[in-house]
């Protein structure tokens, strides 16, 4: 079989680019992504790892069409896949939002919500069938079809907004911080829904996070992302026990110690500044600013990405395979 | 339920027996029945999850909450002073708030008035109790060095929206350093930053507590985040404290069913490690 069968989800070189306006009279622009490339199997999930503007939301926004690319080849089961005239396989991917509180619509009862994107696809009564299964997945009770969003919990919430997006029955799930708003108990709960999905219902999702123990819950694969470019990718395991790039590593020394059952580190993480502005960034590799270990090259060259092993790849000038 | 870290020793703060209920709420009190101490130089964490009361408790020491919108009752002890905890428009308050307590906001962008400069934003708090200018502007860059803020000249002349994330919450914690203060209220003072600079945050607190001894409640919903920083724990449910006890204690063995649950379900990494044993942070010291 191709490669490209192995993979659900396929995407090469996605660049996406917003104009900021920086004065009155002048727009530059803001690579959000330059050249971005993953793959997600069958049944899988991607977990996306980094911090705010490094454009793990912009990932999502292109895949899913809100957000033109201006590059990139986007590719579904093998068939090329374009977000923008999707019409008919709307139905393919769906997204979950950070926020329940604002992607419900107030007005609508959970039913409601939850039935709108089959808009006139089904009748009025394979509608409610296939709602009635959804809400079993997602062990929402029956009767919050005709409770209102304020009537739930947070956690509730997002379980609806979670139950609006299966609704379709797509093959591939995008998740933008689905659990950051939600307290432990609950971010518990939507993380066992999300597995079971995987399981049972070979949902291959993104699971969009900045909170990597969390991502080594729920993924098989992570991704770790600065600034736009995928600097590492692996197993989860790889990502936690081999980490190469000193991004990685980095974020691996910044979870809280008790986080961590064993760990081999007893001096802290000495990392100094902050993520440069995406606005203006200079050739060479992104990270070097706040890199421990940045030598001549990498102000000038950006680092290929290197494979350590078979699922493992990085970019770093420090880094051979 | 009370426990004195070390006896004979006067607590900084010390409340007892606090209740505060909004009006209008009809329900059950924010807070309720809550007795705590702070002994000199400790860092006392406060966990619990949205609704238990730990901001509303912190404000409520801090004399921040309007006696107009909530009761409060109970005995509030600051640096040996009895403050009036009902009533925050109380003389005892307006001595002791901003200059023997210090408060770090959650939200640094909403905390900072955005038509003051830094440098306005940490001399006003002074020169309003009487410091000479001169002396006052002096402390403002000296704080802001302690607070680890490369440039200060520069910085001291920028408005709140020309700093990033980072950079505001250290301006927020020099601004509740400034007057000196006893004791420190850091209310979620990470949780809107990325994790890189959350450990730069907590890495700051910790050295800013050992260089100047003063004491520190850290309230978090993280209880791994809390147990990395302070000494003592509370667990707060439902406005009460539910768990109180020396952090290696609360976390090796609970006893309260809501702080085992607490950490149960917190997602972990069981162990981690670097790809051919090479760690690039360390090997550059």
Known sequence: ?321 | MMLLPTSGVEPTLKVSNLSVAYRGGGSAPAVKDVNLDLAPGEILGIVGESGSGKSTLCMALAGLLNKTQCSITGDLTIGGRSVTISDPEDQTWLDIRGSKIGYIFQDAHAALNPLLTVQQILVQPQTCRGIPMDEAKERASQVLHSVEIPDVPRRLRQYPHELSGGMKQRVVIAAALVSHPEVLIADEPTTALDVTLQSQIIQLLQRIQLETELSIIFISHNIDLVADLSQRILVMQFGQIIEEGPTDRVLNSPEADYTKYLLEFVPRIETIGFHRGVEHWHNHE
């Open chain 1, 1 to 321: 079989m191709s490669r490209s069968n192995a993979h659900r989800l396929v995407v090469e070189n996605l660049s996406v680019t917003y104009k900021v306006r920086t004065s009155l009279l002048q727009k530059r622009p803001l690579h959000a992504l330059r050249g971005v490339s993953f793959n997600v199997g069958a049944a899988e999930t991607l977990a996306i790892v980094g911090e705010s503007g490094s454009g793990k939301s912009t990932i999502l926004r292109a895949i899913s069409g809100l957000t033109s690319y201006d590059h990139g080849d986007i590719s579904i089961d093998g068939e090329p896949y374009k977000p923008a005239n999707s019409n008919a396989n709307a139905a393919e991917i769906s997204l979950v939002f950070q926020n329940p509180n604002s992607s419900l619509n107030q007005r609508l009862t959970v039913g409601k919500i939850i039935t709108d994107p089959l808009h006139s696809r089904k009748s009025d009564e394979s509608q409610m069938e296939v709602l009635h299964d959804v809400l079993s997945l997602l062990k929402l009770d029956h009767d919050f079809i005709n409770r209102y969003p304020f009537q739930l919990s947070g956690g509730q919430k997002q379980r609806v907004a979670i139950a609006r997006a299966l609704i379709t029955n797509p093959r591939i799930l995008l998740l933008d911080e689905p659990t950051s708003a939600l307290d432990v108990a609950n971010q518990d709960q939507v993380v066992q829904i999300l597995l079971e999905l995987k399981s049972e219902r070979q949902v291959s999702s993104i699971f969009v996070t900045h909170d990597l123990p969390l991502a080594y819950k729920v993924a098989e694969r992570v991704a770790v992302l600065y600034l736009g470019v995928v600097v590492e990718t692996g197993t989860r395991d790889e990502i936690s026990l081999q980490a190469s790039h000193p991004y990685t590593q980095a974020l691996l020394l910044s979870i809280p110690q008790r986080k961590i059952g064993k760990h081999a580190v007893s001096k802290k993480l000495h990392m100094v500044g902050e993520v440069p502005s995406p606005i203006d960034v200079a050739a060479g590799c992104v990270f070097r600013s706040r890199c421990p270990i940045a030598m001549a090259i990498c102000s000038e060259v950006a680092p290929q990405p290197v494979q350590l092993s078979a699922t493992q790849v990085v970019a770093c000038h420090a880094v051979s395979a």
